[in-house]
């Protein structure tokens, strides 16, 4: 899933808890902006609160790619 939404923390956690619910198992997370604080502090805190995904890095400069394990 490649998530693009709105940058302040709280739509950030929204977005991932949101499209989490819904995603099959081994599923990828593409977050764009993660160069952003409020993107990347959500999801840091996304990854500490769910234990079911791994955090895979960053690709460039500004996506984050979390997996669904």
């Given at each position: 899933m490649f998530i693009d939404?709105?940058?302040?923390y709280?739509?950030?956690l929204n977005d991932l808890e949101k499209t989490s619910a819904v995603s099959s198992d081994q599923c990828y997370f593409l977050i764009h902006d993660s160069d952003m604080l409020d993107v990347e502090t959500g999801v840091d805190d996304f990854l500490k609160s769910n234990n079911n995904f791994?955090?895979?890095g960053v690709l460039g400069t500004k996506i984050?790619?979390?997996k669904k394990s």
């Amino acid at each position: 899933m490649f998530i693009d939404g709105d940058h302040a923390y709280n739509m950030v956690l929204n977005d991932l808890e949101k499209t989490s619910a819904v995603s099959s198992d081994q599923c990828y997370f593409l977050i764009h902006d993660s160069d952003m604080l409020d993107v990347e502090t959500g999801v840091d805190d996304f990854l500490k609160s769910n234990n079911n995904f791994v955090d895979c890095g960053v690709l460039g400069t500004k996506i984050r790619m979390i997996k669904k394990s």
